[in-house]
């Protein structure tokens, strides 16, 4: 079974810094990319692709974010990053990380979720 797990979030300060961590566990055989996505407050149906990370490191940020925030992993620990610097209200949202994992236990590719964190920034 394959897991993700979230964490970082909290309140801070317009013009502060966070950084969300996404430790997958399990029985991973392989991870195709890594992305963070946020869901703002009453957009129940929007989900904002943040960034993106390949298995060959290549890296996409949202124009909103682009400059700001970085996305990066250690793979000897299954774990992706997203520094957030400069935020702004804007950015409040709950942050969800996504693997594209082929599981060991499952000889598939499959999608998986994070349970989301909150990030919200007080203006």
Known sequence: QV???????????????????????????????????RQAPGKQRERELVAEITSAGTTNHADSVKGRFTISTDNAKNTVYLQMNSLKSEDTSVYYCYARILSYSTAR??????????VTVSS
Not at 11 to 26: D, H, P, T, Y
Not at 109 to 118: I, S
């Open 109 to 118: 590719w499959d999608d998986y979720w994070g349970q989301g964190t909150q």
């Open 3 to 37: 897991q993700l797990v979230e964490s970082g979030g909290g309140l801070v300060q317009a013009g502060g810094s966070l950084r969300l961590s996404c430790a997958a566990s399990g029985s991973i055989r392989s991870i195709n990319f890594r992305r963070w996505y």
